[in-house]
């Protein structure tokens, strides 16, 4: 009979996932957020330099991330319709994040 303890993956074979860093650009939702990740490619005809981005949905158990934070984002199975991904960490907090908001009247 096979060991079972031999067939599970190892913790470092498992969680060597595909990984991005990318800003928040809205936290609206529960438990959700949506993060952009730009990049730049040359124009196939015409050589310019162009930006392009990565809009993806990602999951934020604790909801930690607001707009403007650089996260890292890492794979991950299917969490709902369009999340796919999950926040791992906070790599950089925005200059406006810590600040309260006054609410209006």
Known sequence: MADKTAAAKPDTERNDRRTVIGVVTSDKMQKSCRVEIPRQVSHPRYGKIIRRRTVLIAH??????????????????????????????????????????PARS
């Open 60 to 101: 934020d158990e604790k909801n930690d991330a607001k707009v403007g934070d650089t996260v890292e984002c890492m794979e991950t199975r299917p969490i709902s319709k369009t999340k796919t991904w999950r926040v791992v960490r906070v790599v950089k907090r925005s200059a406006g994040s810590d600040l309260s908001v």
